[in-house]
């Protein structure tokens, strides 16, 4: 059982909850929360480790059990521990840490999402998981927006990482993306005078 906050693996779990870059360097993001664990477990993504609480839920208990039967690196810690490794007032009790990867982009699309210069996680986070329910078979996100891996997307996205393809592209792979696969990009804007509603797409 982990106990200290100074534990080598909390303090590196601490460092991906911070800068863009420390997450690009070490090629990992955290996930927090019995759900987004669970999907995150059922998905094809690789997982590196996991840290859990004694009073987990029988969900997360169950959670738990699936991670070690594959292999994972799982540990029990302290809940102050864990509390600081999560971004949220009131942890779950579960805390995994993922490779830095996303799905696949698909050889032919014909609905993706291209994000350019969103720099909100809450906004983009909300974007990601309606494209999610909307279908959307790719997104493709500018160099100037915000970490689609950061802490606050990765929560308000609520699971669509392990739904989706997410890449963030420079300008020159998103238009060569789009040439391959033949699609018509449309811009939405708040100012537009035309609605979704009535373009023709």
Known sequence: MITSVKNPKVQWIRLLLGRRQDREWEQAYVVEGVRLVEEAAASSLSMRCALYTS???????????????????????????????????????????????????????????????????????????????????????????????????????????????????????IQQHIKNWGVTPWLSEAGARQTIYTADF
Do not use: C, Y
Request: no cysteine; glycine share 6%.
């Open 55 to 173: 009073d987990l839920s029988a969900r997360g208990k169950a959670v738990i059990a699936s991670l070690i039967q594959r292999g994972v690196d799982v540990e029990e810690v302290m809940p102050h521990v864990l509390a600081a490794v999560t971004g949220t007032e009131s942890p779950q009790g579960l805390v995994a840490v993922m490779t830095l990867q996303s799905k696949p982009l698909p050889t032919q699309a014909n609905f993706v999402l291209i994000l350019d210069t969103l720099r909100d996680p809450g906004n983009v986070g909300t974007l990601l998981r309606t494209a999610s329910a909307a279908g959307v078979q790719a997104v493709l996100v500018s160099p100037e927006s915000v970490d689609v891996f950061s802490p606050k997307v990765v929560r308000s996205a609520m699971g669509a990482h392990f739904q989706l393809p997410v890449q963030q592209a420079t300008w020159q792979q």
